[in-house]
């Protein structure tokens, strides 16, 4: 029997695998299965939740979709990083958290303790969700551990209009973040917003058309100078990409940006204190040809690129 399947045989920090794409085992980019977090450090797991939706639902499936798209991204390191991350990072797919808990904040508490297995045991996390909503018990996790972080928010949505209690959704996290000190405003930024959010709550917010009008790199130093040394935490909703993009999303907006300007702006932004990343809001039932789980596969192994060159600090 041979030992070509990564996803079973092969070792964390093996690097690209150069396989077929269209069989084995589907892990993320092919990274293989464990639960052991010993040496490793990063730790992907998907959150299939989709139960704080305002929109369509479906992005409970975004996980599954995102490591099948990755297959046939897996087979070397992206360009035009210098390295490939799964050589220099030990990384592992830690399969889904299981959510058997209910709705509502006893699902922000399982999640929560989740990622803070990941955490205590010395590695950060890449989220695969799921509605945006997982990005707020991530950041508990994670204010644990780092204290008050700047946000570095890709969106078309604020997702900052206000709340309290069992109304945090996929739409009002970043306000509870806020208003609870995990997350710091006046160093954060929020890139692609095309929605009417009068009350910024202090968040820098990049709106699409400036995206359109600035080079990527002129934006990466906007959010460099903003966040500055503080332990950041980048999260990517999917329909921060114009549908034309990324059509398979709950709440997409025509607009936005292309998958280009948004993975130019990733690969500026080396030199950050990265702590932690997630992308989000994919939702398959919506999606032609893989498009937006494809993109959200690119955008995932680029934000472990830059995870990868930002721990060289």
Known sequence: MGSWDNAITGQPGGGAVNSHSFGGA???FRTPFGRNLDNIDVAVMGIPLDIATTNRSGARLGPRAIRNASMSLAWERPWPWKNDPLS???VIDYGDCENDQGGGLTSVKHIESW?????DAGAATLLLGGDHFISYPSLRAHFKKHGPMALIHFDAHTDTWP???EGI?????????AKEGIVLPEHSVQIGIRTTNDDTLGYDIVFAPDVLEHSPASIAERIRQR????PAYVTFDIDCLDPAFAPGTGTPVPGGLSSLQALSII???TGINMVGMDVVEVAPAYDHAEMTAL?????AIELLALYAECKKR
Do not use: E
């Not at 990622?115 to 955490?119: F, Q």
């Open 115 to 119: 990622v803070s297995r990941i955490l």
């Open 163 to 165: 709340s309290s209690g």
């Open 267 to 269: 690969r500026h932004l």
């Open 295 to 299: 993109a959200g596969a690119q955008i």
């Open 227 to 230: 966040v500055g040394d503080l």
């Open 88 to 90: 220099v990072l030990k």
């Open 169 to 177: 959704n996929h739409g009002t996290m970043f306000y509870q973040a």
């Open 26 to 28: 589907v892990s993320f």
